[in-house]
């Protein structure tokens, strides 16, 4: 690697900025479901508890996506600067989602704003709860169009291509396109699963520190029962995934697999090195595996990577990152089941173990780690592409010798934004009693009902 490379220093910038931004992204479209999950069982059970989660968690909500704007407009001024030919070729058609994307977060940002200045303001207080389906809606709309375009790097279509210029161009055939459905369904899924993770780790830590609030154990109970249902509905969508990249990109999933030969009954290949003659060695091999992750049946038939070109295969490191998802994601079903099972379990009917409380705290690095692992499993098993058969990465990167400069410059935006970030949050809650908050909210002791 040179730093005289604008291609590689720019797929290194792009790749930071996306790995700050995602994480922050995740929770601005799953943070809203939580609030409204948590003050809609405090209006309705009339328990205090409840609102109060609502309200300390749009406090750190609006934190998250006071930066998570600064990351992702930083990635529209990226795509510019790094990337002007991709963009003046494929500009034409991924114009709608970039431009769809604007006005989802204004009515996300209108009505969180509306939201968090009219606490107590409403008689019914359904309405004030009725205020975060335009926000949610706004979030997840942003992630679907923004992932749409994504999905349209990785299965372009609605275009015809004459002299290198984009022509006929149908923007909503572009943004629909196949990879569409699961990526937009895998995203927004996963980053409702980061929020209740997080969340989850919050509630257990604090358990851990001695904090024997009744709040922190209703916070707990909330928050691991949606864990587990989102992070069970990521899988199965992931499924979903799996069967598209064997209709529609076979070469990721072959690279992923370390599928070589094109065969039915194909094994899922679990670890492993790879020697000189892409021999697999020391993998866990499971039989038939690969064939129903792609097709539902042990008779389907798996491209492999010698079908391809060598030009054309992604980088086989992927097989890791795959591999490590799957695990994260199986890590993260399995430990909110345990506790939600734990009253069956001898020796667990009452306070929650320790180590069970570790367990939960380790869910939200997990899940942070299982997204990042997906994107880059997403981005860099496109590769050579950045527009999937048509441009290849060093022709859409820019030939500017000083991006090593802008990497140095946005490496310390994203230092002190993030610092700040976790510094105005742990000031924003340390030393919180719960009790003196809930005597601030109902000072006449009465709670909600």
Not at 356 to 371: E, K, N, R, T, Y
Request: glycine fraction near 8%.
């Amino acid at each position: 690697m040179s730093l005289n490379d604008p291609v590689m220093m720019s797929r290194i910038l792009t790749g930071l900025t996306l790995f700050v931004h995602i994480n922050l992204a995740a929770i601005g479209v799953g943070l809203p479901v939580m609030m409204a999950l948590a003050e809609w069982r405090g209006i309705r059970t009339g328990d205090p508890h409840y609102i109060l989660l609502a309200r300390r968690w749009a406090r750190g909500f609006v934190i998250s996506v006071a930066v998570g704007v600064v990351t992702g407009t930083a990635i529209g001024l990226q795509l510019s600067l790094l990337w002007p030919t991709f963009m003046r070729v494929a500009g034409r058609a991924i114009a709608l989602p970039m431009f769809m994307e604007t006005f989802a977060f204004f009515i996300e940002a209108i009505f969180l704003g509306i939201y968090l200045y009219t606490w107590d303001r409403f008689r019914n207080k359904y309405l004030h709860l009725l205020l975060l389906i335009p926000t949610a809606i706004g979030s997840t709309a942003s992630a679907f169009f923004i992932t749409s375009m994504n999905a349209f790097m990785n299965m372009p279509q609605g275009f015809t291509l004459k002299n290198g210029v984009f022509t006929d161009v149908n923007p909503l055939m572009a943004m629909f396109n196949p990879a569409t459905p699961t990526k937009v369904s895998h995203v927004i899924a996963s980053s409702y699963t980061v929020s209740a993770c997080l969340l989850v780790a919050i509630a257990a830590f604090s358990l851990l520190k001695g904090r024997r609030h009744v709040y922190y154990k209703k916070a707990l109970k909330l928050t691991v029962v949606s864990a587990f249902v989102f992070a069970l509905a990521t899988a199965i969508i992931g499924d979903f995934s799996g069967k598209y990249l064997a209709r529609y990109q076979p070469e990721k999933l072959a690279a992923a697999e370390w599928h070589f030969d094109t065969r039915d009954k194909a094994p899922l290949i679990y670890g492993g090195i790879l020697d000189k003659n892409n021999q697999v060695k020391y993998a866990i091999k499971i039989p038939y595996a690969l064939s129903i992750l792609a097709g539902s049946s042990p008779n389907m038939t798996v491209i492999g990577l010698n079908e391809f070109p060598k030009e054309n295969i992604p980088p086989l490191s992927i097989h890791y990152m795959f591999d490590l998802k799957v695990t994260n994601g199986i890590m993260l079903i399995l430990i909110p089941f345990i506790y939600i099972l734990r009253k069956r379990i001898p020796g667990m009917r009452g306070a929650v173990p320790k180590w069970l409380l570790i367990g939960l705290v380790a869910l939200a690095p997990l899940a942070f780690v299982a997204v990042e692992l997906g994107w880059f499993f997403a981005e860099v098993g496109r590769q050579p592409w950045i527009l999937r058969g048509y441009m290849r990465v060093s022709e859409g990167a820019t030939t500017s010798t000083h991006v090593p400069w802008m990497l140095v410059l946005f490496v310390l935006l994203y230092l002190v934004l993030c610092v700040s970030c976790l510094r105005v949050l742990g000031k924003m809650f340390r030393n919180k009693n719960v009790d003196d908050e809930l005597r601030e909210l109902y000072p006449e002791g009465g709670g909600m009902k």
